[in-house]
C-alpha cells in the first residue's frame, strides 16, 4: 500500500480545464500534474472495476427508489393492491433502467443514473392525501386501518387474494392518480425539450441559479434521513463513519490490482486507490452483515407480501390497469414536471462541474431532459408512481469516487432492466436495513450540498446585490414548504386541481430556490462580473480559453456530441427539432470548452506515480 503525495484532491480530477463557460460554473481545473485522471495515466478502468463501481451506484439508486416507494406507501390512501409490491419495484427498475441507457446514449451523454426522485414524491404525497378515509372495507381484501400517530398513519398493506382482484372497482384510485400524473409529468418534460425551452433556460442560469439550487438540494431530504436514521442510529452512524474514512481519510491510498502477483516491467508503478473506489461497497457490506443478528435485515411492512414474487415478470403497460388521468392528476403532473426538470438542470449542471467537463450545451440539455419524460412515460403505464429524472445522490456518489463513466452507467442500466425483469430478485432488496437507506443517502446528500456553496467562489460574494439573492432563495426555498406542512389551514382556492397544482409547487424545495434564483438574477441589475459571468473573473480556465478555442470547441462536440451513426440523422430532422442536434453554429459549443479526456469515463486522481507510456486521453465509452 502506498499513500500519494499530499496534494488537494480536487472533486474530480482530469485533465486541465480549456475553458470555462460564461453562463453556467465550473470548478478550477487542478494544476498538480500528479491530480490528472488514474485513466488517462494507466488506461480504461477493467471490466472488474467498472462492474465494482456499477454495483455501488446501482445500490444508491436502489436505496432512492426503496426509500421513495416505502414513503409513498407509508402516506398513501389505504387500500387493496391487486399486485404485489415486488412487481411494483420491478416497474420502477425496469423504467429507470431504460431511461438511464438512453441518457448516456442519446440524452445529455452525461454519466448519470436515473431514479424516481423527491420531485415526483411531494406532489404524489399531495395528491393521496386527499382521501384518507379512518377505515375501509374492500370485498375480497381484507380491512385496512389507518391509525393516527403524531400526524402519520400506519398501513398495515395486505395484498389481494379473491378471483377479482385485477378488476377495475378494486384499484387503488389514488396511485392509479399519481401514476396518470407521471405521465402526464413525463409528456410535458419531453414537450419541453422538443420545443428547446430547457436549453434557453440553462442559458440564463449563472452560478447564482445554480448554487442555491443545489444548497437546497443537499438540504431537502434531511427529514427523510433522520427518519431512516432513527431506526438505529448506531448503525446509521457507523456507515457514515466507514464511508467518511475509506473516501476521505483513506482516499489516497494506493494499492496494486493484484497484490499477489510480482510486479511485471509493465505494472510496477499501477496503483488503484481503492478505498475510494469501495467507498460505498466496503461500508455498506459491513453495516448489512451487522444488522443481520439485530433483526434490522427485515423487509418492511409497507413492501413485504405473504406470496413469493415470481422469479421472472415482464413488465408492460395496462398489465393491471391503465393509469388515470383526471384534473387533480392533470395539475400534480405539471408540478412533478416543472420540479424535475429544475431538478435534473442542475444534476446536469453538478456533473459536469464534478467531471471538469464543459457546462452542458443546449441540445444536451434538451435531449437530456425529453429521454427522461419518456422514462417517466413508461414509468406511468407500466403503474408505477414514481417517474425517472437524474439522481442527486448518484452524483454525489461520483464526487466519492472521483470517477465517473458511461460504461458504468450503461452497466447501472443493465442491472435495473435485470431486476425489473426479475421481481423475486427486486424484492431481496427491500431488505436494506433502514439506517443503511438513512446513511447512504445523507454521505450523497451532503456532497451535493458542499457542491453548491463551491459555486459561490465564482461570484462577487462579497455584493450586496448577490448576498440577497442567495439569502433570500434559500430561506424562502425551505420555509414555504414547512409553512404549508404545518398550516393548520390547508389551502383552499375553491377548485381542487389548483389546490393540488398550488400546494405541489410551494412543497417543493428545489423548484422553489431555482425559480427564485433564476427570476431575481435575471432582473436585479448587475454587472457580469458581480454575477460570475464575465471574462474579468479570475480561474484557471480564463487564459486558457483564449488560447485553445478551436481545440475547445472540438471537444465539446466530442463530449456532448451525439454518436457519430445518429449524428448522420439529423439532417433528416425537420428544422424545429433542431434544438436537440449540436449544430455548427451553436453558441455554446463555440463559447464552451470541454477537458481534455474525450468522453471523461474514467476519472481517478494519481498517486503522483509516472505509469509507462502515460496518456491524457480518457476513456471513450459509446
Known amino acids: 500500500m502506498s499513500k500519494s503525495p499530499l496534494h488537494p484532491n480536487p472533486p474530480l480530477s482530469v485533465s486541465s480545464q480549456d475553458t470555462m463557460a460564461p453562463l453556467s460554473p465550473q470548478l478550477p481545473a ?35 427508489l426503496c426509500a421513495s416507494h416505502l414513503l409513498l406507501l407509508c402516506s398513501s390512501s389505504p387500500g387493496g393492491l391487486s399486485y404485489l409490491p415486488a412487481q411494483l419495484l420491478a416497474s420502477s427498475f425496469f423504467a429507470c433502467g431504460v431511461s438511464t441507457v438512453l441518457q448516456t446514449w442519446i440524452g445529455s451523454r452525461l454519466p448519470l443514473i436515473q431514479a424516481p426522485s423527491l420531485e415526483f414524491l411531494i406532489p404524489a404525497l399531495v ?110 452512524l457507523l456507515l457514515i463513519l466507514l464511508m467518511v474514512v475509506c473516501s476521505q481519510h483513506l482516499g489516497s491510498y494506493q494499492i496494486p490490482p493484484f497484490p499477489w502477483k510480482p510486479f ?46 415470481p422469479w421472472f415478470w415482464l413488465p408492460h403497460p395496462g398489465e393491471w390497469d391503465w393509469p388515470l388521468l383526471t384534473p387533480r392528476a392533470l395539475a400534480a403532473g405539471i408540478s412533478m414536471a416543472l420540479a424535475a426538470s429544475t431538478s435534473s438542470l442542475g444534476s446536469y449542471a453538478l456533473c459536469g462541474q464534478l467531471l471538469h467537463m464543459p457546462s452542458p450545451p443546449p441540445h444536451a440539455c434538451n435531449r437530456g431532459l425529453s429521454v427522461e419524460g419518456l422514462g417517466s412515460v413508461l414509468a406511468g ?160 480556465f480564463t487564459a486558457q480559453q483564449a488560447q485553445m478555442p478551436q481545440k475547445s470547441r472540438k471537444k465539446a462536440a466530442e463530449e456532448y456530441g451525439l454518436p457519430f451513426y445518429i449524428q448522420n440523422l439529423c439532417s433528416w430532422i425537420p428544422q424545429s427539432l433542431r434544438c436537440l442536434c449540436p449544430m455548427p453554429e451553436d453558441p455554446r459549443d463555440e463559447e464552451g470548452g470541454p477537458s481534455e479526456p474525450g468522453e471523461t469515463a474514467d476519472l481517478l486522481p494519481g498517486s503522483g506515480e509516472s505509469c509507462p507510456e502515460p496518456s491524457r486521453e480518457g476513456f471513450k465509452s459509446q
Not at 398495515?156 to 409529468?185: F, I, M, Q
Not at 459491513?286 to 413492501?303: D, F, K, M, R, T
Not at 400546494?503 to 435575471?522: K, Q, R, T, V, Y
Open 30 to 64: 487542478p494544476q498538480n500534474p500528479s491530480s490528472h485522471s488514474w485513466a488517462s495515466r494507466c488506461g480504461p478502468f477493467t471490466w472488474g472495476l467498472s462492474c465494482l463501481l456499477a454495483l455501488q451506484h446501482f445500490l444508491v439508486m436502489a436505496s432512492l
Open 264 to 309: 511485471s516491467a509493465s505494472s510496477a508503478h499501477i496503483h488503484i486507490p481503492a478505498f475510494r473506489l469501495l467507498s460505498v461497497l466496503i461500508p455498506v457490506a459491513c453495516v448489512w452483515i451487522i444488522s443481520a443478528p439485530l433483526g434490522l435485515s427485515i423487509v418492511p411492512l409497507q413492501l413485504s407480501a405473504p406470496t413469493e414474487a
Open 381 to 540: 403505464l407500466l403503474g408505477s408512481p414514481m417517474g425517472t429524472a437524474s439522481s442527486f445522490p448518484n452524483v454525489g456518489t461520483v464526487s466519492l469516487f472521483q470517477a465517473g463513466s458511461r460504461c458504468v452507467a450503461h452497466l447501472v442500466g443493465l442491472f435495473c432492466l435485470g431486476l425489473g425483469l426479475s421481481p423475486r430478485l427486486a424484492q431481496l432488496l427491500t431488505s436494506i436495513p433502514l439506517p443503511v437507506l438513512g446513511g447512504v443517502l445523507g454521505v450523497t446528500q451532503a456532497v451535493v450540498l458542499s457542491a453548491g456553496f463551491s459555486n459561490f467562489h465564482l461570484t462577487d460574494i462579497d455584493s450586496g446585490r448577490n448576498v440577497f439573492i442567495v439569502g433570500f432563495s434559500i430561506f424562502m426555498a425551505l420555509l414555504l414548504p414547512r409553512w404549508f406542512r404545518e398550516s393548520p389551514v390547508p389551502l383552499n382556492t375553491g377548485w381542487i386541481p389548483w389546490d393540488v397544482l398550488l400546494c405541489s409547487l410551494l412543497a417543493e424545495p428545489i423548484f422553489l430556490a431555482g425559480f427564485l434564483g433564476f427570476l431575481l438574477e435575471n432582473t436585479i441589475s448587475g454587472t457580469r462580473l458581480e454575477r460570475g459571468l464575465g471574462q474579468e473573473l479570475r480561474s484557471s
Open 127 to 236: 395528491l393521496t392525501s386527499q382521501k384518507t378515509p379512518l377505515a375501509i372495507h374492500t370485498p375480497g381484501n381484507g380491512e385496512y386501518r389507518a391509525r393516527p400517530d403524531r400526524g402519520r398513519t400506519s398501513l398495515p398493506l395486505h395484498l389481494c387474494k379473491g378471483p377479482g382482484c385485477h378488476g377495475l372497482e378494486l384499484w387503488n384510485t389514488s396511485l392509479r392518480e399519481v401514476s396518470g400524473a407521471v405521465v402526464v409529468s413525463g409528456l410535458l418534460q419531453s414537450m419541453l425539450g422538443l420545443l428547446g425551452s430547457p436549453g434557453c433556460v440553462f442559458l440564463h442560469c449563472g452560478p447564482l441559479v445554480l448554487a442555491p439550487s443545489l444548497v437546497v438540494a443537499g438540504l431537502s431530504a434531511h427529514r427523510e434521513v433522520a427518519q431512516f436514521c432513527s431506526a438505529h442510529w448506531g448503525l446509521a
